[in-house]
């Protein structure tokens, strides 16, 4: 790989990455100010509102970094990427010029009146903010997703004389079948990222408490600690859930299909096998073209695909080397980091709630622990999910249609891209520092009604 | 259809360059109009719901580019490689210490976010000035229609080696940055009270003399850098209705200034602002992106387009979008309508 295509590729692949971990818990966590808000309205207690604005205020915390790590992404299509968006402009043009007309205008604009706008709106129509910037950011996903999954697995296009991809049908676009698990998954992951820091939270304002369990008053962060819990460990639960069956499932049997050598290399599955076995953990050896210390559960991977037991699957090596994905060894890993936590995830959100059914979760400091020492974890599953996908695509910018290795700028030198990354992880770096700084005020202060940071003056 | 792309995409950029236009003056002129704390509070209240949506336009005229003009979006943005990351930095930097300025009180943390944000809206309405100055001027196009600028290099608009900063392009910055900081001195006026609303028109009547001097020059200049926009003015003198609304609004906004209507002189530099950017566009037209070497190798909206069934396609659904868009900035608007006060909740 020239250097220059590195350096672009790197620059992507870290902006990106560190972008998504923003609208992710913006995803997660405006539906579940939703959720809370909808309990205020039909319950009348005031302090649902007050959860419901205390995690507001973290959304939209969270909402300006996703904001201004979100427009360098936009940018890079043309900067870094100049021959891939000349070719494809035409189709991917109008998800990205739909994802601003319909979701960032409605986002943007009632985020403010979501924010400040409780006083002077009246419970109802506050409510209707909510669900405008939830619905917003739902839409944004929707898009953007669409624009992946055009790159995964197009459709709805034909090639013109000069080799540019020209949108043949619009219906198609939206439609494409790789679309719909994708973004039912990747929607799933984020309200498990949201859902896993609002328990997060809840069990850290009960672990510190001093009084005897149970005994805070409601009106204390502990109190409020117990509500977070009550909300967030069943949505917890069920988005696992979905995480896992049916969108990932469903998803995983996509890439069966329409990426084979991308699912064997995520498998780990160098040679084709008959029946095969699923592989838990074991290291990629790229010499051999083969797995070292393999963990593998006999016929798993063979049911998991084909649903039956002795279903063939077909190997890397059974494709030509140029149409593997280029780093094969981080893809499988990837994968498997993702799979792995995502089953964790459903046996601690499964146990923290069969605790909360039975009333006991607030006494059980060991599982209130495992609660909060989860919080990172969905990031770090989402990261994996999103570098399956991405180094699954490889070698392709469109899948079978136009290569990685000629979509970017040409006339765009290593040394130039190089400064913009290293500027990029300066930034990048502050602006991290700075969010984790503020969002621990927020969490220190906690959603207790004497506390506004914004009315100080 | 490549003909009402382009108009569509002038018109995004122009609403981009109206709205967010008087947040990034407002920015330039907030260290001169403000003194206290509260003082900075009201001029980052009359923004701080909106900013955000302004930017939108931006992206969507991006988006649009996209859709519309491939080839011109890839050239321009890869060849543009430098100042569009600078602009990059600091669209970011401006929005972090705009929204988090007001988390912490004290004498270390706001006064710093407060320079940032005054510093990134001052350089950003220089560097969007010198964007739209070197599509006029047009850059050294390769046979494939990309090129690369490095930032600046001799300050000369000529040869193969012109950078993104030369004397022309400087001039159409400095002139963007007095128009928007105008712009935003009048939007301060009319949101804001006394003091800060007498400080704002005594800034807008300062800037004024001098934007008119800018604006005369860097009409001259334009004229001279780039022979299409008169020779197309000549054959179409019906263009020259763009240049009449922005000289209007320019003098709209002295008067109506001096007799204190505030919304009136706002409006009228609204006009200023749509005139000029479509005098600039039709003065391109059919250019999208003039090549200095070669006028042969020009991007025009007809090479630089997408395909056709693309752009009728978004054209439907372009219209609903556009309607929905305009109900959200209307309602938006009239519920921050009126001065704002720095009482109750908000930045």
Known sequence: MDQALFYHRFLFAFTASYHYLFPQLTMGLGLLVVILQAMGLRTGDERYDRAALFWGRIFGLTFVMG???????????????????????????????????????????????????????????HFGTAVAVWLGSWISGYFIVATNAFMQ???????????????????????????????????????????????????????????????????????????????????????????????????????AEYQPPSFAAMEGLFHTDEPAGLVMIGQPDMDDLRLDNPLEVPHALSFLTYHRWDARVEGLTSFPRDDW????????????????????????????????????????????????????????????????????????????????????????????????????????????????????????HGPLPAHSSHQEV | MATVWFWLV????TMYVVLDGFDLGAGAIYPVVTRTDGERRSVLKSIGPVWDANEVWLLTAGGSLVLAFPKLYASSFSGFYLPLMAVLWLL????????????????????????????????????????????????????????FSPLWTNFTTQGARMGILDWFTVTVGVTSLLALAHHGA?????????????????????????????????????????????????????????PVIAVAGLLASFWLRRRAKELGAF?????????????????????????TNDPAASLTVSNAMGPAHGMAVAFWWWIPGMILVTAYTVFIYRGMRGKVSIEGEGY
């Open chain 1, 67 to 125: 904001v201004v790590t979100g427009i360098p992404m936009e940018f890079q299509f043309g900067t870094n990427w100049a021959r891939f968006s000349e070719d494809t402009g035409g189709v991917i043009g109008q998800t990205l010029a739909m994802e601003g007309v319909f979701a960032f205008f409605l986002e943007s604009s009632f985020l403010a009146l979501f924010l400040f706008g409780r006083e002077k709106l009246g419970r109802k129509a």
């Open chain 1, 153 to 255: 697995h197009p459709v709805g296009y034909e090639t013109d004389v000069q080799g540019h991809l020209a949108l043949s049908s619009l219906g198609a676009l939206l439609t494409n079948p790789w679309l719909g698990w994708q973004y039912f998954h990747t929607m799933a992951g984020a309200v498990v990222t949201g859902s896993f820091a609002v328990a997060a939270i809840g069990a850290y304002y009960v672990l510190v408490d001093t009084s005897p369990p149970g005994d805070a008053p409601r009106e204390s962060r502990a109190g409020y600690g117990r509500l977070f819990l009550r909300v967030a460990v069943p949505a917890g639960l069920i988005a696992s859930l979905i995480m896992a069956f049916p969108t990932g499932d469903r998803q995983a049997s996509h890439v």
């Open chain 1, 325 to 444: 994905p280029d780093n094969v060894p981080l893809l499988y890993y990837a994968y498997h980091i993702m799979v792995g936590l995502g089953t964790i995830f459903i046996v601690v959100m499964a146990l923290a709630g069969f605790l909360l059914w039975r009333k006991k979760l607030i006494e059980n400091r060991p599982v209130l622990w495992l609660v909060l020492l989860m919080a990172p974890f969905p990031f770090i599953a989402n990261t994996m999910g999103w570098m399956t996908a991405e180094l699954g695509r490889q070698p392709w910018t469109v899948w079978g249609v136009l290569r990685t290795s000629v979509s970017d700028s040409s006339r765009v030198t290593a040394g130039n891209t190089l400064f913009t990354v290293i500027g990029f992880m300066g930034l990048y770096l502050v602006l991290g520092l700075l969010f984790l700084f503020l969002a621990h005020r927020e969490i220190t």
């Open chain 2, 10 to 13: 002038a018109a995004l950029l």
């Open chain 2, 92 to 147: 970011i930097l401006r929005a972090i210490g705009l929204e988090f300025r007001n988390h912490l009180q004290d004498r270390v943390w706001r006064p710093f976010w407060d320079a940032v944000f005054f510093g990134a809206s001052l350089l950003l309405a220089v560097f969007l000035g010198a964007a739209l100055g070197n599509v006029v001027r047009g850059v050294p196009l390769d046979a494939n229609g990309y090129f």
């Open chain 2, 186 to 242: 009048l939007w301060v006026a009319l949101k804001t009270h006394d003091p800060v609303r007498a400080r704002a028109t005594k800034a807008a009547a300062w800037i004024w003399p001098l934007l008119v001097l800018a604006v005369v020059v860097v009409t001259v200049f334009t004229f001279r850098i780039q022979p299409h926009v008169p020779e197309r003015l000549r054959e179409h003198p019906l263009g020259y209705v763009f």
């Open chain 2, 267 to 291: 409006l009228g530099s609204v006009a200023f602002l749509v005139g000029m950017l479509l005098s600039v566009s039709f003065g391109l037209y059919p250019l999208v992106l003039p090549a």
